[in-house]
């Protein structure tokens, strides 16, 4: 089954394949991997480490050294970790359900578009969903040594997927004190309060060991933090990105902001509520079909419970931490939701798999069509808009300015300062900037004798105005809480640093641009050293 799902996905990821690395894969993963691979150092060296453990960018690191360092590698071994995943989420499927919802699930997740695009992408919130998908699996068959193994893997793939085990734990520990310390002795139940511990007890089919299959995950993770502690001075990685990701965070109105767009995120997005609003309307309308004059089965209760407590945490605790709300860091969820929905409709519906192909070229429409509201672009293939136009534009920088200070953003000053890369073919000197915000246009404009050429782009994908957007309020808490600001235009930036636009492309809602300094402007000094920015997440 692995190799079939490999080889199938492997074909759909053709074109993208040979794709140079994209936002935070150019600005902090590939880095790291590298950096395992030339020197052997978990921590990295040539980006700002943060703490993220290395067990995926090991697996990135191992490929380049069996087969050599290159775009299509690092996608190929990122293909088979997405393969794996899938195989996870049919077993998990497979076990709650039948062969067929798992079949039916398993489509629907490779085909959601933040999945899909993901799948290639040198980044870690797809290989630990994949592993929580093997751990539940595990977990639901009673297999505690394996608990254990696919739980640990994943905290090593990513800090976040501990979430899962521990979330289990707390749920099991609180069925094992219920049951224990308040159920009253048999002599004083009563028949209706007897079958309500009765259900009570079947949804909590806990015990002491199973509480310990789920807390000893955390062990090899906790072991990485003391070394990465001993090794660098910092537990959770280095103060900007704490404070960006967690101290910064910790307010009621952004958590309940975040909280609303999690919801969305489990829900909705991009073609999702399609699904989901067909799996309230068959429970609503729809009674169950039957087989051999019995009803099909739905998941049964216990294992739905665990499914909910899964999914509520990581909704409420993602809100509450992440400076910036990506959908990608939702995929140990998501899938967990097609299940349900493609348990629902198979029990519920005569023509569901009828349902479940028109859901999957939905999910595919989305790969190339663009919400009306802002998104990331690396959620569908708008990843590749962005990279392409960055493709071009620096080529043409190069060859026309090899020499040139660019004044740019991140992460395209990584993108021409770094080769390896794969935008350009030598460095260039860079002089950096925030964004393209009108403050930071004004500031870069005090200074424009530092710089010859400027590199502008599209930071964030923002189709139109909507119309929430005339409401000030919204626009202050986006600003003040989600890091949201609007790029200048290319001619608008042109007019205040002074300059001409001698390149510029479009494709979609995102667009790039190269300005050259007027020659009379640019004076002889040193370009100012790259700051460090916002890290990834």
Not at 200 to 220: D, G, K, N, Q, V
Not at 411 to 422: I, K, M, Y
Request: glycine content about 6%; overall charge neutral.
């Amino acid at each position: 089954m692995l190799a079939v799902i490999f080889v199938t996905i492997f074909l759909l990821h053709v074109p993208l394949l040979r794709l140079p690395y994209f936002w935070d894969e150019a600005g902090y993963y590939v880095p790291a991997a590298r950096d395992i691979l030339l020197t052997g150092s978990l921590i990295p060296h040539s980006t700002v480490s943060n703490a993220h453990p290395p067990l995926v960018l090991a697996w990135i690191a191992l490929w380049w050294k069996v087969v050599g360092y290159a775009p299509v590698v690092t996608r190929t071994a990122m293909l088979v970790v997405a393969a794996f995943a899938l195989v996870g989420v049919f077993r998990l499927a497979e076990r709650v359900a039948n062969t067929e919802v798992a079949i039916g699930s398993t489509l629907c997740t490779a085909l959601y578009p933040v999945f899909f695009a993901q799948s290639s992408l040198a980044q870690v919130d797809l290989a630990a969903a994949g592993l929580i998908f093997w751990g539940l699996a595990a977990y639901v068959e009673g297999q505690e040594v394996a608990t254990v193994v696919w739980f640990a893997l994943a905290g090593l793939a990513k800090e976040t997927a501990i979430l899962a085990p521990l979330a289990l734990a707390g749920w099991e520990t609180i069925g094992l004190l219920a049951t224990q310390w308040l159920k009253p002795p048999t002599s004083r139940i009563g028949g209706g309060a007897a079958k309500g511990f009765a259900l009570f007890e079947a949804l909590h089919p806990c015990s002491a060991r199973r509480i310990t299959s789920l807390l000893l995950p955390s062990l090899p993770l906790v072991l990485w933090y003391v070394y990465h502690y001993s090794r660098t001075g910092f537990v959770f990685g280095n103060p900007e990105f704490f404070r960006y990701n967690i101290a910064a965070t910790l307010s009621l109105t952004r958590f309940l902001l975040a909280l609303a767009m999690r919801l969305w995120q489990v829900t909705g997005y991009l073609h999702l509520w399609i699904l989901t609003l067909a799996m309230l309307l068959a429970m609503r309308l729809m009674p169950p079909q039957r087989d051999s004059d019995s009803p099909r089965p739905p998941i049964g209760l216990p294992t739905q419970m665990v499914f909910y407590v899964v999914l509520l945490t990581y909704v409420i605790t993602m809100a509450l931490i992440g400076g910036a709300v990506l959908a990608r860091y939702m995929l140990p969820a998501v899938p967990l939701v097609i299940i349900l929905s493609v348990s629902t409709l198979w029990r519920r519906l005569r023509s569901w798999r009828v349902a479940i192909a028109c859901i999957a070229l939905a999910f595919v429409a989305a790969w190339i069509w663009n919400p009306p509201y802002g998104f990331s672009p690396e959620d569908n293939l708008a990843y590749r808009d962005y990279v392409e136009l960055h493709e071009d534009s620096e080529r043409f920088l190069e060859a026309r300015y090899p020499m040139a200070r660019v004044l740019t953003a991140w992460p395209a000053s990584n993108e021409v300062s770094h080769p390896w890369l794969g935008y350009i073919t030598r460095p260039m000197r860079v002089v950096r900037v925030e964004d393209f915000s009108l403050d930071e246009i004004l500031s870069a404009a005090d200074f424009r004798s530092n710089y010859e050429v400027t590199l502008i782009f599209s930071t964030k994908y923002e189709p139109r105005p909507a119309p929430w957007d005339r409401w000030r309020t919204w626009t202050r808490l986006k600003t003040q809480f989600f890091g949201f600001h609007r790029d200048l235009p290319p001619a608008a930036a042109a007019h205040i640093l002074g300059g001409s636009i001698v390149f510029s492309e479009e494709r979609r809602g995102q667009w790039i641009a190269v300005i050259e300094m007027e020659a009379g402007q640019v004076r002889d000094a040193e370009a100012r050293p790259i700051t460090e920015g916002r890290m990834p997440n």
